[in-house]
């Protein structure tokens, strides 16, 4: 079997497959049980992230394989070292970083107010708030991202609490309400990111795709943004209806969505799930710097419909 065989028949056979509705009945009931029910059951106390125990590390990828998310506190505090974000990631075998054109020098970018330079027109260097997202949905098709770790150095004075949703119970919820909402939003042009013109130059192309797609692994991957202006929604009825009843879930007061303030230490690593972030303002002894790793790959050991009987 060629290689284009071998992914056509790992997509058919996934859960996420919007007619594979056995395994994925299976799937969901497995997903479901015994699921977090607060930020804390995804919380593992660690010493240094640089040099994880294998306890800590498999606490970590457990948490990962129900959740897609785990948050660690580690004992670094407010230590600015980029290692520390970039050796979690190896261990959980993360290799391609998405060095992204604002990026550090390290690779990973400095999530902190920006009042000069290029930096300042963009909301993540601003103390604005963030609305629901998944990183990365103006990437091109071939580079969308797969994991999202966040290692905080220093908190704000105020504000900047996060909220976060596992994309696969928002696939879930929407598949239970209507199957026809999957296949809406699997459409090719479900969700559109027009070019971005940088003077008189196109800076980046349109990038027209799905809202959810499945990896040619077999896993779910999820591209969204809740904002108004530059992005283009399907009009068709069916698709508009999908994305308001995505929309109300995330307004909602849903038991799965975990919200809290990390603290200087403290990191997140996942499958690039569905999160926001609060307005905050700094102060002199707290000056709010987030380290952000973006990665072409998913967290090694985490795909939670492995094994899954067919």
Known sequence: MNTASTIEQRVINSPFHPDNDALYQAWRDHKLKNYPTSLGDLLVEIGDPRRLTDSEFEALQQRCLKANMALYAGTTGSDPDPEIALAIGRRFGLKHLNKNWLADASGLTSLTVVDQGVRQHYIPYTSRAINWHTDGYYNSAHE????????????????????????????????????????????PNAMTIPARIENGNTARQERPGPVFSITPAGDLHMRYTVRVNNVFWAEDPLSREALAYLEEILDSDSPYIFRGLLQPGMGLVSN??????????????????????????????????LGIAR
Do not use: C
């Open 272 to 305: 690039n799930v569905l999160h926001d972030r609060a307005a905050f303002a700094d102060d002199a002894e707290h000056k709010r710097h987030y380290y952000r790793a973006r990665y072409f790959d998913r967290l090694g050991g985490t795909s939670s419909w």
């Open 144 to 187: 969308q991202i797969q994991a999202l770790n966040l290692h905080v150095v220093q908190r704000a004075a105020q504000g900047g609490e996060n909220a976060l949703l596992d994309h696969e119970v928002a696939y879930i919820l929407l598949r239970e309400k209507n199957p026809d909402y999957i296949r809406a939003l699997m459409a």
